[in-house]
Structure formats: C-alpha cells, structure tokens
C-alpha cells in the first residue's frame, strides 16, 4: 500500500468513525446503522464484535451531516469535512468498505487480509485492489481499517455496481477461534445508490478539481512519452530516408 494512502488512514480514522451525540442520533442513527452492521461471536469468555460499513452516498451524507449538528459547524466546515472525507475513501475509483474488529480473545490472524475479505456484486467476488495493511498483523482488543475494492471492470471499463441490486461482503471464519470457522456475511441493498450523488457541494467540486488535475499529470506524462517516441522514430525514418538518396545517386 502507498505510503500516503495509510498516513491518511491512520490520521484520519476519526473521520470513517462516527461518535454522533444522542441528539443527533436520534435524526440520523437509522441512516448509519442501515450502513454499518456489526456481527457478535462468544465463546467460552471470549468475544469478538466485527463492524463493517458500506460508504453508501447516504451514509457519507448522514454522516457529514450528524457530525456537523455535533460539532455545531458552519456550511464551509461541513463542506471541508466531506471533502476530506472524499478524498479518502477515493469513491471515484474505489468502493471503500470499513472494517472494525473488536476481540477479546484467541487472537485474530488475518494476515494477508485481502486472502479472508471478498465483496460479492450479483455472482461474482472481487478482493480487495489495497487496503489497511494494520489490518495484517494479530489483533487483540480494538482494530480498524480501510479495504479497496474495485468499481469498475477491468476489461470492458464497466462501473461494477451498474444495475446491482445488493451487495455483500464475506469475512473468513477462520480468522480466529471464536468464529468457530463460521463465515461473516454482512449484505445491503443497494437499489439507487449512486456516488454521483455526492457531486453536489463546494467538497465534490475540489475533490473532481483534485482527480482532474491528476489525470491531466497523468495526460501530460503519457503524451511526453509519446513525443520522444515519436521523436526517435522520426529521427530513425531521417537517417533511413538520407541513406535511401544515397544509394539512388549511386
């Protein structure tokens, strides 16, 4: 994983978290708990509490939302706060899903953690493109992080989610003894989610801004490449043609 990419995860965790005060909870619990399921596993002393959350365009909505009512923001400082919630979920080129493991017992293995995840769209699974490598090491007590799975189809370029009308997630029973090698399954409908949803906004606008300028580096790297290649052939078909009015005068 890329180095920045798990500064931000770990200076940022608080933002994927939610500790919404019990009033406003009471306007957008129903919303964040539809996102953010949780399993519970006991056995003989030990427990273990899996909490994964799918970044629907209603969860981040609710979530800036509740967070702003919270900590009595302005609309520049909610705006700020979505953008740099954009910015780490990636949601233009990723689906971002939350994991938090919470276990106190038998310790958890997880390790490589994209070999226990899968996301299943329709009838197919993908595992995670990166993820929060934290998430490799054995865990006791509380553990978050982020996992990335592709949006789009590799081949044809085709947005994954188009026409899907659930989603799933599966974690590995055998992550631990206390599963008892039961397999976590956590399942949302997913009808008219759209993370176009979210382009609205002063943090949309700089978080397309951002990815555009990105892409036009991207453009420019590409296209300088393009030219010295273009420039060596050139310089190839010179040399080629001189030798060929060369060998006419002969």
Partial sequence: MKKWILCALLSLSCLLVPSVSLAAASKYDSILQKW???REFKDQGASLTVHVTYYSAEYIEALCDAEAEKNLW???????????????LRLEEFIPVLFEFENYGPSLHMAPFDSFVTLRIGNKD??????????????QGKRDGLAFFPRYDEKSGKPLLEGAKMVRVDISG????????KDIQFVWNIPGDDSKQLAAGRAAARAEADRLIKRMA???????KLDEQLAALQTEIDTIQARLDELQKL
Wanted: net charge positive; hydrophobic share 20%.
């Fill in 74 to 88: 302005t609309a520049n400082e909610r705006e700020d706060y979505k953008y740099t919630l954009l910015q780490t």
């Fill in 126 to 139: 993908y595992k995670p493109v990166e993820y929060d490598t934290r998430l490799n090491f054995k865990l």
């Fill in 174 to 181: 055998s992550i631990g003894d206390t599963t008892a090698g």
């Fill in 36 to 38: 953010s399921q949780y």
């Fill in 218 to 224: 991207k453009l420019r790297t590409d296209k300088q």
